[in-house]
């Protein structure tokens, strides 16, 4: 992680701040920079007339930073750079950027957009039995609701509401594979605190998730009356980045979307969200968004007592696994 301070008269700062933005484009396009974070800050300091202008970016290695260093198109734009600044830029360079969690649900309902992997073992009849099928490019889309007793027992809830999510793959013998949620189906989630001593954490989460996967066969969907169930487990803190939800469902169907053929089936594994990319709270309260389902309590309650407090296995693959 890369901060760069500069300072500015007032006069200068707009065009400043635009040069230290064309700053990061460039260094993107030209492979230097990762993707995220990119934040340009800008405030008087106490008692200055100057304006402090900070930078806050990721390069991609060390060796992309060292490269760019002798780039002319960076040189000539850095150049532009310290010349609209009053004093030399300072730079300083962090090893982590670390994620603030919430320690209760939070109070304002929000969208969400998340990173994450997805494992299952996918069979396709006569094609691939028990492929290792991990989707580590996988994005969630949901919305949270705020804090609040749902189902009035005296402990806090957080409906989570996915409207969005999907990932894709390259099997060798089917080719790319796209996932996306069915979205004739629930989809979503629920995070319940586990005591009413007004903490919300340590809570249990759970997920459902019914999928459309396309692949070289047409669009194939899991088990319409069986959803997906991830969880629960035990989550410590919001966002859940790093919790991993082993699912225990076991073996679903999967069949042609076209015709409701059995095709194959798909053993869900592990879903485990890795970063949060965006959040955003909610500017007015929506209940369409916040009002779970009645069923989502009695899909925890189900898989609660199924487990009797025990952790789910994680899902391995078979001695056959590979391509037929």
């Given at each position: ?142 919305h949270r609701s705020p804090r609040m ?176």
């Amino acid at each position: 992680m890369q901060m760069e301070t500069y300072e500015a008269d007032p006069a200068s700062v707009d065009e400043l701040v635009e040069n230290v933005r064309a700053k990061w484009s460039l260094l993107r396009e030209h492979g230097y920079a990762g993707d995220y974070p990119i934040e340009v800050l800008r405030g008087a300091r106490n008692g200055h007339e100057n304006i402090k202008v900070v930078e806050v970016f990721r390069w991609r290695s060390v060796q992309d930073r060292v490269t760019a260093q002798s780039d002319p198109d960076y040189i000539a734009l850095a150049g532009r750079i310290n010349s609209l600044s009053v004093t030399e830029g300072g730079k300083e360079t962090f090893t982590q950027a670390v994620r603030g969690f919430n320690h209760n649900f939070p109070s304002i309902g929000g969208v969400e957009l998340l990173k994450g992997v997805c494992s299952c073992l996918l069979t396709i009849d006569g094609i691939v039995e028990n492929y290792q099928m991990s989707v580590k490019n996988g994005i969630v889309l949901m919305h949270r609701s705020p804090r609040m007793d749902l189902d009035g027992d005296g402990r806090n809830e957080m409906y989570l509401k996915i409207l969005m999510h999907g990932g894709e793959i390259i099997q060798a013998a089917l080719g790319p594979i796209r996932v996306e949620q069915n979205f004739s189906r629930p989809n979503d989630g629920i995070v319940k605190a586990n005591s009413a001593d007004g903490s919300d954490f340590p809570g249990t989460a759970i997920w459902r998730v019914s999928w459309k996967i396309h692949t070289a066969l047409g669009p194939v969907l899991t088990d319409p009356d069986r959803p997906l169930i991830f969880g629960p487990a035990t989550v410590n803190h919001y966002p859940p980045v790093g919790t991993h939800f082993h699912s225990p469902t076991g073996p679903v169907a999967l069949v042609l979307e076209s015709t409701g053929e059995r095709v194959g089936t798909l053993t869900p594994g592990e879903l485990t969200a890795f970063d949060i990319v965006v959040t955003k709270d909610d500017e007015i309260f929506a209940d369409v968004l916040n009002t779970p389902p009645a069923d989502i309590f009695e899909v925890m309650e189900e898989w609660r007592a199924r487990m009797d407090g025990n952790e789910v296995a994680p899902v391995v693959a078979g001695a056959t696994d590979g391509v037929m």
